[in-house]
Antibody
């Protein structure tokens, strides 16, 4: 059974960089697109972007200037960096598995990241 | 960007009754539409993809319909575990993939 496990810092100050890791267990890493999605408290879901095993990336245009994805295929892990955070970046961040033009079938447990001075 | 609009925002239904949730796309997404269920404190769970195909393990009381710009999720006989927030998502035109704002299904 595929499982996605996430971790990272949960409290940041404005202007800092958000860094999260997602590890893939129980399934192949290659051949899929690994996605980050966020959800502000009490609100809906926003797709941040996706990365595949050879680090081909697609970003949401609204966040593209501040987001970087990377992967470590030896560890079956992928990473999110979001720089210059503000309070508007406070959200639960999820990692998920997908394919181009396909829905997201497996999700991580989510991490609440709070940006506050 | 394809804007997804869900209605109603909140739906109150008695257990055992049928619930129908709607999702509209700002432009055609063909049948590239998914539905997710989210319970408090949990990640979304994929229920339906391809507008009408149930994900493995999803009970038959969940059904999806529609194509183009108009879609619906129907739950035929509501069970207690079905009360949650439901999101639609289009994966026809990206970036970005986009979600509706959600419909909260609550017990009447």
């Amino acid at each position: 059974q595929v499982q996605l496990q996430q971790w990272g810092a949960g409290l940041l100050k404005p202007s800092e960089t958000l860094s999260l890791t997602c590890a893939v267990h129980g399934g192949p890493f290659s051949g899929y697109y690994w996605t980050w999605i966020r959800q502000p408290p009490g609100k809906g879901l926003e797709w941040i972007g996706e990365v595949n095993h050879d680090e081909s990336t697609t970003y949401n245009p609204s966040l593209k200037s501040r987001v970087t994805f990377s992967v470590d295929t030896s560890r079956n892990q992928f990473y999110l960096n979001l720089n210059s955070v503000t309070a508007a970046d406070t959200a639960v961040y999820y990692c998920a598995r997908g394919l181009p033009a396909e829905p997201f079938d497996y999700w991580g447990q989510g991490i609440l990241v709070t940006v506050s001075s | 960007e394809v804007v997804m609009t869900q209605s109603p925002a909140t739906l109150s239904v008695f257990p055992g009754e049928r619930a129908t949730l709607s999702c509209r796309a700002s432009q055609s997404v063909s049948r590239n539409l998914a539905w997710y269920q989210q319970k408090p404190g949990q990640a979304p769970r994929l229920l339906i993809y391809g507008a009408s195909t149930r994900s493995p393990g999803i009970p038959a009381r969940f059904s999806g319909s529609g194509s183009g710009t108009e879609f619906a999720l129907t739950i035929s006989s509501l069970q207690s575990e079905d009360f949650a927030v439901y999101y639609c998502q289009q994966y026809d035109n990206w970036p970005p993939y986009t979600f509706g704002q959600g419909t909260k299904l609550e017990i009447k």
